[in-house]
């Protein structure tokens, strides 16, 4: 699993290899969990199509790689509180 992830309890948005909707993930940087709600597109260039948002460049890490065919999801922060 790799992700770029947001840092906010409202819906936001991830890459996710092997994950599916309805999932739980944990977030690589935060160590935080959250859950999986949805795929929005089947590969970054869909999204960068639809959203005109650029995922293979946005915030790149080197721990994290990104490839065009990975898939996008939206997902929500798993609050401890």
Not at 27 to 35: A, G
Not at 40 to 58: K, M, N, P, Q
Request: one cysteine or more.
């Amino acid at each position: 699993m790799h992700g770029r992830l947001g840092r906010s309890n409202r819906l936001s948005r991830i890459l996710i290899a092997s994950c599916e909707a309805g999932s739980i993930a944990l977030d690589l940087v935060t160590r935080q969990p959250l859950f999986v709600h949805e795929q929005v597109a089947d590969d970054l260039v869909e999204y960068y199509e639809r959203e005109e948002f650029d995922f293979y460049s946005y915030k790149t890490h080197p721990y994290l790689p990104v490839s065009l065919d990975d898939r996008v999801f939206e997902y929500v922060f798993i609050s401890g509180d």
